[in-house]
């Protein structure tokens, strides 16, 4: 079964342009996170999506956003990219029923490079 | 606000012998779960060990094992017979119970295995 799959793998953008990063869950999974994790830390919890309603969102500016479609899948979008937007974004995703167990299961990311 | 503390920014081990990573958090919350995720330079995140606050046995997968120290607010992870596959970065996570899914990860612990 596959896993968790996002693209790109890498991505570079300059300054002030847009980006927009995908996610594709596991089969069955309904719910996706989304995670920044700049060098050297831990990651950072951005969004999360469930049914394809927005059920959590982190400390992070409106130049961030995102939305899932109706086949669980997510994109996320950065506007207006700075230089601190350099960053590791995984997505996450997970069962959300009894057996969940509370597991989140990540992608390998998208490397975003800012110049 | 919910904090997670890794105060081990590196640490090494002999392989086949054992270590412990520290991680300490703060919450208010009674239900919560804990997670020791495992990221190796591959990138992907994956789940080594999963504890539920409300139960006092630790957890155990296998070589890996937890010291659950509630009152504390501990979370340590044991690696016995550790092998050269278990070099990566360790982070210790939260996520309050009710559904949330806002997983708060510590800064990470660098784990080198030495043949």
């Known amino acids: 079964d596959a896993g968790v799959t996002q693209s790109p793998t890498h991505l570079i953008k300059t300054r002030g342009q847009h980006v927009t990063l995908r996610c594709s869950p596991i089969?069955?999974?309904?719910?996706v996170s989304w995670y920044q994790q700049v060098l050297g830390q831990g990651p950072q919890f951005i969004f999360q999506?469930?049914?394809?309603?927005?059920?959590g969102r982190g400390n992070f500016p409106d130049r961030f956003s995102a939305r899932q479609f109706p086949n669980y899948s997510s994109e996320l979008n950065v506007n207006a990219l700075l230089l601190g937007d350099s960053a590791l974004y995984l997505c996450?995703?997970?069962?959300?029923?009894?057996?969940?167990?509370?597991?989140?299961?990540f992608g390998a990311g998208t490397r975003l490079s800012v110049l | 606000a919910q904090t997670v503390t890794q105060s081990q920014p590196e640490m090494s081990v002999q392989e086949a012998e054992t270590v412990t990573l520290s991680c300490t958090y703060d919450?208010?919350?009674?239900?919560?779960?804990l997670f020791w995720y495992k990221q190796p330079p591959s990138r992907q995140m994956i789940l080594v060990i999963r504890?539920?606050?409300?139960?006092?046995q630790n957890a155990t997968e296998n070589r890996f094992s937890v010291n659950f120290q509630k009152a504390a607010k501990s979370f340590s992870l044991k690696i016995s017979d550790s092998q050269l596959g278990d070099a990566a970065m360790y982070f210790c996570?939260?996520?309050?119970?009710?559904?949330?899914?806002?997983?708060?990860f510590g800064k990470g612990t660098k784990l080198t295995v030495n043949p």
């Open positions: 504890q539920e606050a409300y139960k006092q």
């Open positions: 999506y469930y049914e394809k309603e927005e059920r």
């Open positions: 919450t208010s919350e009674s239900d919560y779960y």
């Open positions: 089969s069955g999974h309904k719910s």
């Open positions: 996570a939260y996520v309050p119970g009710g559904g949330s899914e806002k997983l708060v």
């Open positions: 996450a995703s997970s069962f959300r029923g009894l057996l969940a167990k509370n597991i989140q299961y």
